[in-house]
């Protein structure tokens, strides 16, 4: 199986600040972490990040008979992004929700995830290892 790992706006700054929410690593150790963990479940991957709202709705379109599954860190668009959430919805791809940090005990504009409507489960506040449980719901959902 093949899986699409995206990431939002500002991941690629991982490491750099708010370690006590994000963690210490880096982006490059989150790719890493990533193509470890789909290696040791049986799925080949691709990981992307990008910055810019349309660029992830054209992401999420193009995955659309090239990937079995979605693993999606919307980062801050999880939390006003329509858009990605109907580019979810119309591509049907089996999706799943990650956030490094536990969103539920973050501020109040935190508390909705449009992105999330679309998606089978989220892993919310496992730092790296809700990518891992990501990976490991829809390897085994598509068993
Ligand atoms: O907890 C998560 O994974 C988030 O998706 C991270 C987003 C935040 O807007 C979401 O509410 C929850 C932020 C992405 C990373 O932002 C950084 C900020 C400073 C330094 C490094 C990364």
Redesign the pocket.
Known sequence: MKLLIINGP??N??G???PDI?GKEDYPALCDHCERACKALGADCDIVQSNHEGELVDIIQNALGAYDGIVI?P??Y??TSVAILDALKAVGLPAVEV???K?SEREEF?QISYAGMACEKTFSGLGFEGYTEAIRYLVNMCK
């Open positions: 500002n991941l700054m991982l750099i600040r708010e994000y860190n980062a801050a999880t939390h956030h490094l940090s969103v935190r």
